[in-house]
């Protein structure tokens, strides 16, 4: 299932490229599209080749994946981990501004705030929480999970962080993949990863809203003021905050997720699993021809773009 699930990851990345490029095509022929579909555009192409590669390789999702109900605590327990996760992506950001552009902060981003709250939630939050899930926790680090835990959950987690094809966004998704992964391990439903990615996404939408409107503008006018020195000094001290607030929600996050993996009775044999390390143990090899060339791809592509 390794090769088909690489053979997939690749045929869905160049899908959503050639989609990229016919749009940035129609666009400059004149044609304008609603802000709303182009933040959804790829998420919308990605289920095209998902659909495609489910019925070839005949997966019902209901039987392959594990779609388990939660209980009321694992639910909240769940969400309460995506936001855990919260101060590590900011960290890892902050530590990417130093080499990298920050995609986080694109001009383009700010135009989604112009929606109702309850849109902004639904686009940035629920639909990528949703897709990205069921691709990558679900059908991906399900294809390679037989040949060990670990490696399946490294695994996907990099065909994740390569998916968002920029180095600033690659290097907090490769951390976040596989603590999702584990999450889903824990609970052995894919409910309990979507819950968490979608708050770990909201998190910066409920603060961008509750913040009021003065604030924000004298907020950027100031970041806007400052000098290359002033705004290197910010960010490293910034980072040193966000670094330690990263350490003790993460501590907090580590603790959710043994508790959630004790509470499914999943926790002697998570531990039993990764023990096993990352090497294949059923003869599959987590990387083949397909993936190494969907990797060079994406890395080419970012450093086209940086």
Sequence with gaps: ?????NRYYLAMLLFVLAAS???????????????WFAMNETYIVMLIPTVIFMC???INPK????FKALKPLDIVLSILYGYMLVPMMVFLNF???FFVENHLQEPTVDLIYQYPFVVQLIIMALIPGIVEEFIFRGLIYHSHRKNGILGAALLSALCFAMFHLNFNQFNYALILGVALALIVESTSSLYSSMLAHTALNSFSIIMINLMPEDMMAESNEAIQNLSSAQMMASNIMAAVVWGMLAFGFGAIAVVICKKLAK?????????LKISQGVHAVNGEKFV???????MVICFGFMMLIQ
């Design 1 to 5: 299932m390794c090769k088909k699930a």
């Design 21 to 35: 490029f016919a749009t940035a095509i129609m666009q400059s022929s004149g044609v304008e599209l609603p802000y």
């Design 56 to 58: 070839i390789a005949g």
């Design 63 to 66: 039987k392959k994946l594990p």
């Design 95 to 97: 530590i990417s501004m």
């Design 263 to 271: 509470r499914n009775n999943r926790y002697e044999y998570m531990k």
């Design 288 to 294: 083949t021809a397909p993936l190494i060339i969907a």
